[in-house]
């Protein structure tokens, strides 16, 4: 979900060391999103190019072109974007649309100069950017719940947050989705980084945890686990979300854009969501059209396509939430802006206090 965000300088390194991810999502540990995953060629993937993998060729001539910034290489985490591309969503609603895959640059300063139009990153990401004044805001929720989780071996016992006390933790980096995580579950519980011993191991938590070198390891909920278990390890998931509920990756924009483009956010957002519900609807073949969108998987073995199979059937449950049933996919809570504002004020990463009511929209999901 994170696998989601991703990440830049000045003003890049103050979020990505407070957060900034490349989603899921929005990251500077988006490598550990798909250690063993297979993806495309990093670049831009138009909606002309896409039309020979089977999307309608109505986005032709007249269509409005926008550009989503993706923030990680090709990856069936997008499945919906490549569903709503191949099904004609998009073409329907009259845009021609431009994958954009250059995550090495920041997505949301990119988004807030207007060079790209959409994009993804997470509800922390958004508020730190708007704290320095970058006029970006959420127009629909991506992932329900934050992806983040520290995970062990089954025979560890480490089940809950106070079993974390004294052991030795593996993160990425000290930035980044994870280290956010680590922040958030920390604060949560009451407890000090003292009270663990954490180790950053880079994008090598799996074999950290594997290998014994740290007992626990943090990384996704739909990637980092569910390669420990194909190792045939059984696993214990702690998950961020069920002690801080924190606002996940989303659908973002800039503030000029929804005020003089209206029609064409709701009408992107509106062909998105269509995808992601076809995807729910439907996994099986959102993973055969997301092939055709990622093809070194499509020319991949049959284990590796098989385990990304089960990487887009976890991550649909990240999409889903209690607030979903009653108001539809893509619905933003503000109970979780609220609760992620005060956790990153009172842990200093927030500089200053920032209008959640105004770093998000649902008006686009009408």
């Known amino acids: 979900m994170r696998r989601f965000n991703l990440i830049l300088l000045p003003l890049v390194l103050l979020l990505a060391a407070c957060g900034g991810t490349p989603t899921a999502s929005s990251t500077a540990d988006s490598g550990s999103a798909t250690s063993t995953a297979t993806a495309g060629t990093v670049g831009s993937t138009t909606a002309d190019s896409t039309a020979t993998m089977g999307s309608t060729s109505s986005a032709a001539a007249g269509a409005h072109a926008i550009t989503m910034a993706m923030p990680y290489i090709p990856n069936v985490q997008f499945a919906h974007f490549y569903v709503a591309q191949q099904k004609g969503y998009y073409a329907q609603e009259g845009l021609k649309v431009n994958f954009d895959y250059n995550y090495e640059t920041d997505v949301v300063q990119r988004i807030a100069q207007g060079s790209v ?6 509800g922390d990401s958004v508020l730190l950017a708007r704290a320095q004044g970058l006029p970006i805001i959420t127009i629909a929720t991506n992932s329900q719940k934050f992806p983040v989780v520290f995970f062990s071996k089954a025979d560890q016992n480490i089940t809950t947050p106070a079993d974390l006390k ?11 989705a994870s280290y956010i995580g680590l922040l958030a579950m920390l604060y949560a519980n009451k407890l000090q980084e003292s009270d663990l011993k954490v180790q950053e191991v880079g994008f ?5 945890v594997s290998q014994g070198k740290v007992q ?24 961020v979300a069920d002690y801080l509920p924190l606002a996940s990756d989303g659908l973002l924009t800039n503030e000029t854009i929804v005020k003089d483009q209206g029609d064409v956010v709701r009408a992107f957002v509106r062909a998105t969501l269509r995808g992601m519900q076809d995807v729910l609807a439907n996994p099986d073949a959102a993973f055969n059209t997301s092939l055709e969108f990622i093809p070194e998987l499509k020319k991949a073995d049959a284990a590796t396509q098989q385990f990304q199979r089960k990487v887009l059937q976890a991550t649909l449950d990240y999409w889903q939430s209690d607030a979903t049933k009653q108001h ?15 956790f990153l004020r009172d842990s200093k990463l927030l500089k200053s206090d920032v209008d959640v009511t105004k770093a998000f929209t649902n008006d686009f999901l009408k």
């Open 216 to 239: 626990v390891g943090i990384g996704y909920g739909n990637n980092e686990p569910l390669l420990l278990e194909q190792q045939g390890i059984k696993v214990n998931v702690i998950r």
């Open 204 to 208: 090598a938590q799996v074999q950290a």
């Open 117 to 122: 139009q959409f994009g993804l990153a997470s």
């Open 166 to 176: 004294g052991k030795t933790v593996g993160i990425p980096m000290r930035q980044g």
């Open 328 to 342: 539809g996919i893509g619905y933003t809570d503000l109970a979780s802006w609220q609760i992620t504002a005060k």
